[in-house]
């Protein structure tokens, strides 16, 4: 769907494709160190609006020990980290504990630009759930 911009010259990348880039990892991992959710880097000759990166932690089972939960969001753009989200949990010992969400978003990005969802668990047994996604719109210019 295209969106006419309300002044009369459009701006240049209304009128080219646009695509939607969407990923989404659901995984049932226990204790980790930094793991790699999902990543995007932006082709080259394109831009991207991130619309949001998103990550979801919850815990589906008993921990045995409780420990540290980490989500990290980071957004890279030529060689420099221009935002960077991060949340630490003490998790409980307890199922089915929505534990945090950490979101980040309505940025524009440039060729070659990265984002990236990392995650790590201090916590001995038990499953925790982490669900991400990466959405955003990805124009020709």
């Known amino acids: 769907m295209l969106i006419t911009p309300v002044s009369s010259a459009p701006l240049p990348w209304y009128d080219r494709s646009l695509e939607s880039h969407i ?16 990543q995007y880097v932006i082709p080259a000759g ?6 949001t990166a998103y990550i979801c932690v ?3 089972t008993a921990a045995t020990t409780v420990g540290l939960v980490n989500a990290d969001i980071r ?6 980290v221009l935002r960077t989200m991060r ?9 089915n504990t929505f534990l945090f ?24 047994g038990g499953i925790v759930r982490y669900t991400v996604a990466i959405i955003g719109n990805l124009f020709t210019i």
């Not at 990923?23 to 999902?38: I, N």
């Not at 957004?75 to 420099?80: A, F, L, N, R, T």
């Not at 969400?101 to 001995?124: K, P, Y």
């Open 23 to 38: 990923e989404d990892y659901d995984g049932q991992l226990g204790p980790h160190s930094l793991t790699l959710r999902a």
């Open 46 to 51: 394109k831009v991207f609006r991130l619309s």
């Open 58 to 60: 919850g815990r589906l």
């Open 75 to 80: 957004i890279k753009g030529d060689e420099v």
């Open 87 to 95: 949340h630490r949990d003490s998790s409980e010992n307890t199922l």
């Open 101 to 124: 969400d950490l979101q980040i978003g309505d940025l524009m990005l440039n060729a070659e630009n990265e984002v990236r969802i990392q995650t790590s668990d201090t916590s001995t």
